[in-house]
């Protein structure tokens, strides 16, 4: 297991301002893909692959990370953690990392934010073959403008990278997915004033001196960089896991018409009429009153709709109520413990930070409620 690896570096310290306002009350590796938080399925991962020690790189709301989590026990591995006192960027904390834990053998390097079915161990089968100092997991995306694309030669060595190209320098759809196994001699790459970023202050340097390859994984893949990619990880994650959705055995929903693939939490009660799905994931607790429809839509944990309703598109932080005849219209991100009152109607691409309350329509497209 592991194949000979054991430790593994997870960044999990970063503000997360786009995904705002979901991270306003949470860091983002404590979001939920279909009802448990994202770093749980990371740690998951990494445990199957025999990793017995993993360090998270915390600073943002770095409580609520340490005391989910602890010493990983519950978990089925060892938890350290490094702190950061400053932004140190994604490449800053691997030399804290040393320095505090020590970095003696091969060690892989996972971003907190990354939705993937990497098999790790395949992984490190690669990176041994390969005989480099460092392997970066690649992903084909359609639009790679938004990444650092990279081109391969005959041998997988990665022979150019460009980070966030324009059009004209897109000549791969082959795009960093943020997971990275590194050789202890490659840590002299690392040898920069922080902040400094991986994609580019250290890549580079090692596509110059021919150090690094590129494992293509062709499975599944989400970032969650913006409220769009986060209900996107959590759909993906429903068709790969459950193709034909799910429903909590403690659900109530003989009332109501669930459309698959839908994910159903434990404790969700569907009242008569109500329509959910397909991809709706509804968090545990949730309470849907009747005639309400759901559709594309993610619900954490405990969000009352008196109903009638209709909400599609959009995610809905958790303890949040809405009132009858609510309206709320595609790409609107609401927050945590928000109330919007009867017969509001929601706007497209609404931002509603947390702990408001809606008296009145919004009819603005992309208004930001502060």
């Not at 800053?92 to 060690?107: H, N, Q, R, Y």
Request: charged share 25%.
């Amino acid at each position: 297991m592991g194949e000979g690896v054991d430790t593994a570096v997870v960044l999990a310290g970063g503000f997360a301002t786009r995904l705002r306002p979901l991270t306003l009350t949470r860091p983002k590796p404590l979001l939920p893909v279909l009802n448990r938080p994202l770093l749980d399925w990371i740690l998951s991962s990494l445990r199957e692959a025999g990793i017995k020690r993993v360090i998270l790189s915390v600073r943002y709301l770095s409580e609520m990370i340490k005391g989910k989590y602890g010493d990983g026990s519950e978990y089925g591995v060892e938890i350290e953690y490094a702190e950061e006192v400053k932004p140190l960027g994604d490449g800053g904390p691997i030399p804290m990392v040393k320095e505090l834990f020590g970095l003696d053998g091969t060690f892989l390097v996972v971003y907190g934010d990354i939705f993937s079915d990497v098999d790790f161990n395949d992984l490190i089968r690669f990176h041994r073959n390969a005989g480099g100092l460092a392997t970066l997991v690649l992903t084909r995306v359609e639009d790679p403008s938004r990444y650092g694309v990279a081109l391969l030669d005959e041998t997988d060595r990665i022979v150019d990278f460009i980070e966030k190209p324009s059009k004209g320098e897109v000549r791969s759809n082959l795009i960093n997915a943020g997971i990275y196994v590194f050789e202890p001699e490659a840590l002299k790459y690392f040898n920069v004033k922080p902040p400094f970023k991986l994609s580019k202050h250290v890549i580079p340097k090692m596509v110059e001196d021919r150090v690094i390859y590129g494992y293509v994984h062709n499975g599944v893949w989400s970032d969650i960089g913006v409220p769009k990619d986060y209900m996107k990880a959590n759909f993906q994650a429903l068709q790969h896991m459950y193709p034909n959705g799910y429903v909590a055995p403690s659900a109530d929903v003989d009332n109501a018409e669930v459309i698959q693939p839908s994910y159903i939490g434990e404790g969700v009660k569907l009242s008569q009429g109500s329509v959910v799905g397909p991809l709706a994931v509804v968090g545990e607790g949730c309470e849907v009153g009747p005639l309400t429809r759901i559709k594309d839509s993610v619900f954490l944990e405990k969000v009352v709709v008196e109903g009638p309703a209709h909400i599609a598109g959009s995610v809905v932080g958790e303890r949040t109520y809405i009132g009858k005849w609510v309206r709320i219209m595609p790409g609107s991100v609401l927050g945590d413990e928000i109330v919007i009152d009867d017969e509001v109607l929601i706007a497209r691409n609404t931002v509603i930070l947390p702990y408001k309350e809606i008296r009145s329509s919004i009819e603005k497209e992309g208004e930001v409620v502060l």
